[in-house]
């Protein structure tokens, strides 16, 4: 092995003539390669164990082990690509012989005395083919490196973004919570002292007034209920999902003068934590259809199929434009996917051929029966 050439591509040479041998290496001084030389098929098999080979060129008759048994064995060390061999040969081989070369692993043969410009080129085409499939090697590692972490950082983005629908929704509680116990406690008193004070008020022109400040306080208490159940509608963990959508779809009806028509099977065994889920994309896809649909009518689903549960809305609008649909700034469309992906489910949305807009969530029954003893609605 030549010292300074280690880190070079390796070929082997074997031939049990020591002339034949110093004529190789004659030749592949001049190649950009590292020489192993072997006398035997022995001594070949011995010298490259573990070592990689871009190329051996093989006497094929020799002592002891035959040039083609050489070759079966050196491919059958290695679990990798096949190491191409160039057979070295007296002119007078037969067919028989050359298809048999082929068929333990030949890749080209060669006749004695050899040519050794031809030998040189041939030795540079299979340095070149060695060279490139390491560099795909080298590319197809980097590769999978690069893919790996694509995939370790959208699971971190996909875990944060979890999170902060986490927080999210725990700061709704507690604001909800607020609104309700403070401000609409203080704002029912206010009322109840209006009723007082009216009824101790002799000036009918000021039992007006109070009359008409008593419908605004109501106005308001109505205002801070909407807000209240918007931010977590309580109906959703009282009554279930079911219940849940035909109240918010009554209310969104009335508010946008839209028509609804539910499909929704009473028993669908969901847990709060989905049907919090299932809720606010219904709530984000009624406010898409209200602000960008123009549809007159929306059709709402919400079956058990099989071990799935599907959830899907349909408006008779427009229909949303294809480059909205994989816009990276349709954040409500991209929220909507991200929470279908925390129940292990899959969100579509998508024009329907007769125009309108279909949104589609399907999520495993299992995946969300987690807690067996959860309140199953
Ligand atoms: N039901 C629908 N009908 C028609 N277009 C829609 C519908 N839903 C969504 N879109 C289109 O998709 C876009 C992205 O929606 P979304 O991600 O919810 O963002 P935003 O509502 O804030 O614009 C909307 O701007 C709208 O153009
Ligand atoms: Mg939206």
């Not at 159940?229 to 963990?237: F, H, K, Y």
């Not at 847990?271 to 898409?288: C, D, F, G, K």
Request: with cysteine; aromatic share 6%; charged share 25%.
């Amino acid at each position: 092995m030549t010292e300074n050439k280690e880190h070079l591509p390796n070929i082997l040479i074997v031939d049990d003539t020591e002339e034949n041998l110093a004529f190789l290496e004659a030749v592949i001084e001049n190649v950009e390669a590292n020489l192993i030389q072997a006398h035997s098929g022995y001594e070949a098999l011995e010298k490259t164990r573990g070592i990689e080979l871009a190329l051996a060129i093989i006497d094929v008759w020799m002592p002891g082990m035959k040039g083609y048994e050489l070759a079966v064995r050196l491919n059958d060390e290695r679990s990798g690509d096949k190491v191409p061999v160039i057979f070295l040969t007296a002119a007078h081989i037969s067919e028989v012989e050359v298809f048999q070369g082929y068929t333990h692993g030949a890749i080209d043969y060669m006749f004695k005395p050899v040519d050794c410009h031809i030998l040189t080129c041939k030795i540079n085409v299979f340095l070149e083919l060695f060279n490139h499939k390491q560099s795909i090697v080298r590319d197809a590692a980097l590769l999978k490196e690069s893919a790996n972490e694509l995939k370790s950082s959208l699971e971190q983005q996909h875990r944060l973004t979890q999170y902060i629908e986490k927080v999210r929704e725990n700061e709704r509680v507690a604001i909800s919570r607020e609104l309700h116990d403070d401000l609409g406690q203080a704002l029912t008193a206010v009322k109840i002292d209006l009723g007082i004070i009216k009824q101790m008020v002799p000036d009918n022109e000021v039992v007006l007034k109070i009359k008409n400040v008593s419908v605004l306080v109501s106005d308001i208490i109505k205002t801070v209920q909407r807000l209240t159940s918007q931010l977590r509608p309580q109906i959703i963990d009282d009554l279930g999902i079911v219940a849940a959508i035909e109240w918010y779809t009554k209310e969104f009806a009335q508010r946008t003068g839209i028509e609804l028509f539910l499909d929704m099977d009473s028993g669908v065994p969901i847990t709060p934590e989905a049907s919090l889920t299932v809720y606010r994309i219904m709530q984000e896809s009624l406010t898409n259809v209200a602000r960008h649909s123009q549809a007159t009518h929306v059709d709402i689903a919400l079956n058990k199929a099989g071990e799935s549960v599907y959830f899907g809305i349909s408006d008779n609008g427009i229909g949303i434009a294809e480059d909205e649909i994989k816009s990276k700034t349709s954040f409500g469309i991209i929220s909507m996917k991200e929470r279908a992906a925390s129940m292990g489910g899959t969100f579509d949305i998508c024009r329907e051929p007769d125009h309108g807009t279909l949104i589609m969530l399907i999520f495993p029954l299992n995946h969300i029966r987690a807690d067996e003893n959860s309140d199953l609605r």
